[in-house]
């Protein structure tokens, strides 16, 4: 008797299971996503049930409850990538058997920051197998010849046919298994083309119980578009151990790695890199990295201080305040909230008395950065307002503060952490909320701090 052959639509956006096609995704709102895909309700099933056995504990023979007591931890069970910044954000070191995830949009480094993982791990004496779905082996060497020598061999596999990828790891038994990527990968239990949701999905189900059960360290790569063709990794949050997304302005050399879901970690942490001609390269002083080049004596600059999971960042804010040629007025944000920017505008006008109304107001966050965090608000209004008055804030000042709807400046997080990072960039004055400044003042007697309680203290410094 022939197999019954189920088809559904899947989201390809979002992964959004339906009977039926619909226009619009009842889960991620996008429209016209819906494929249709065909699946064998057997395959799915085991797939996934095998998947969680393997996750819970090892191989299906020791598959037994046992007492939290007896589960021993290995000194092992964390490895060194020999990339700080790679280490920071994994929470200390790749951990043994697990998946992780790298997402990105195209060309942002994905797999050069595999290779190059790659290169130390085996430089490292760790057996490593790098599996290219997308590029030929020579390709990958071109790649591999950018970015340095390799001291140890490598295994280099270009596979599609997950089955066969699957036969290779057990025959090899490397200790970390790289997959680029995701959406090339084809099982053939599943009939819907590669790079759509169930062969995504199953495929990492696939990949999840190899990492489990032989303890080896998974990283595949998934790809991010916006048209929403290929399966966005979306999917694959739930079902992986750790999701990194590499980001970046693609015209811009730093970019950033941020973990958003980390099983072993915490997941305020950022790496960041540059792009150079010999592969990616740790910036371990982001703070200097993005301050270079910055205009002296411009108005409509300040530089402020974010913090990132625990590490600050000095960043400089700029802000472009010109008559307008519209009836409505233009903003723009890059970079930040572009509803703050509003907001902070409406608490110029009302609470300094700025006609703003009749000006455009752009404002960036140079080198491409992307900050939200109401620690920035009181530099964005210092810019705001040196743009419009067209008067220069001093080099060396610096501001950081929460500004609130009455215009007044409250305290934000880790001022210290701020202050010092400005003190050892050399900057001489840093202004800050009130309470902050009575708090800290005898700490920092290198730094000058001037406390304001509102918005109107320090717009009134800028003449
Ligand atoms: N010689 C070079 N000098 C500087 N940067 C380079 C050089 N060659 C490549 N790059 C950078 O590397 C990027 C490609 O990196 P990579 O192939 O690792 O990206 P990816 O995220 O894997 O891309 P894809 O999504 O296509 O797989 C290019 O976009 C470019 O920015
Ligand atoms: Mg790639």
């Known amino acids: 008797m022939a197999t019954k052959i189920k088809t559904v639509f899947f989201c390809q956006s979002c992964g959004y299971e339906s009977a039926k096609w619909m226009g619009q995704c009842p889960g991620c709102k996008e429209w016209n996503t819906f494929v249709e895909e065909t699946i064998k309700p057997s395959i799915t099933g085991k797939g996934s049930k095998r998947a969680a056995a393997g996750a819970a504990g090892g191989s299906d023979a020791q598959n037994k409850p046992m007492k939290l007591s007896e589960v021993v931890l290995n000194e092992e069970d964390r490895?060194?990538?020999?990339?700080?910044?790679?280490?920071?954000?994994?929470?200390?070191?790749?951990?043994?058997?697990?998946?992780?995830?790298?997402?990105?949009?195209?060309?942002?480094?994905?797999?050069?920051?595999?290779?190059?993982?790659?290169?130390?791990?085996?430089?490292?004496?760790?057996?490593?197998?790098?599996?290219?779905?997308?590029?030929?082996?020579?390709?990958?060497?071109?790649?591999?010849?950018?970015?340095?020598?390799?001291?140890?061999?490598?295994n280099l596999f270009c596979e599609t046919d997950l089955g066969t990828i699957e036969e290779?790891?057990?025959?090899?038994?490397?200790?970390?298994?790289?997959?680029?990527?995701?959406?090339?990968?084809?099982?053939?239990?599943v009939s819907s083309a590669p790079g759509s949701v169930s062969q995504v999905?199953?495929?990492?189900?696939?990949?999840?119980?190899?990492?489990?059960?032989?303890?080896?360290?998974?990283?595949?790569?998934?790809?991010?578009?916006?048209?929403?063709?290929?399966?966005?990794?979306?999917?694959?949050?739930?079902?992986?151990?750790?999701?990194?997304?590499?980001?970046?302005?693609?015209?811009?050399?730093?970019?950033?790695?941020?973990?958003?879901?980390?099983?072993?970690?915490?997941?305020?942490?950022?790496?960041?890199?540059?792009?150079?001609?010999?592969?990616?390269?740790?910036?371990?002083?982001?703070?200097?990295?993005?301050l270079e080049g910055r205009p002296e004596n411009a108005s409509g600059s300040i530089v402020t201080c974010s913090i990132e999971g625990t590490r600050p960042i000095l960043i400089e804010i700029q802000a472009l305040v010109s008559h307008t040629n519209f009836n409505f007025p233009r903003r723009q944000a890059n970079g930040t909230d572009y509803n703050r920017v509003n907001l902070l505008m409406a608490v110029l006008e009302k609470r300094v008395g700025l006609e703003l109304s009749s000006y455009d107001c752009y404002i960036n966050l140079a080198g491409g950065m992307k900050l939200i965090e109401p620690a920035l608000d009181l530099s964005m209004c210092m810019a705001i307002v040196s743009s419009f008055r067209n008067r220069a804030i001093p080099d060396e000042v610096i501001a950081f503060g929460e500004v609130g709807l009455s215009g007044e400046v409250r305290s934000v997080n880790m001022p210290d952490v701020r202050i010092s990072e400005a003190e050892r960039l050399g900057f001489?004055?840093?202004?800050?909320?009130?309470?902050?400044?009575?708090?800290?003042?005898?700490?920092?007697?290198?730094?000058?701090?001037?406390?304001?309680?509102s918005v109107q203290d320090a717009v009134g410094m800028i003449r």
């Open 201 to 290: 999905r199953e495929s990492t189900a696939v990949l999840m119980r190899i990492a489990k059960q032989l303890g080896i360290s998974v990283f595949i790569v998934g790809h991010v578009t916006k048209e929403g063709t290929v399966a966005g990794p979306r999917v694959l949050e739930h079902m992986v151990d750790t999701v990194l997304y590499f980001e970046g302005d693609r015209h811009a050399s730093y970019r950033i790695l941020r973990a958003v879901k980390n099983r072993f970690g915490s997941t305020n942490e950022i790496g960041v890199f540059e792009m150079r001609n010999e592969g990616l390269v740790e910036v371990s002083n982001p703070s200097e990295f993005m």
């Open 168 to 189: 290779t790891i057990r025959r090899s038994a490397p200790e970390v298994v790289i997959i680029d990527s995701i959406q090339t990968m084809f099982n053939e239990n």
């Open 428 to 453: 001489k004055t840093c202004i800050v909320p009130k309470t902050v400044a009575e708090k800290y003042a005898k700490k920092f007697p290198k730094i000058k701090l001037i406390g304001v309680s």
């Open 79 to 154: 490895f060194d990538t020999h990339i700080g910044e790679f280490n920071r954000v994994l929470g200390g070191g790749l951990v043994k058997g697990s998946l992780t995830l790298v997402g990105g949009d195209p060309g942002i480094g994905k797999s050069t920051l595999l290779l190059q993982t790659a290169r130390l791990l085996s430089a490292d004496k760790r057996k490593v197998l790098y599996i290219s779905g997308e590029e030929s082996l020579q390709q990958i060497k071109l790649r591999a010849n950018r970015i340095g020598e390799f001291t140890q061999d490598m």
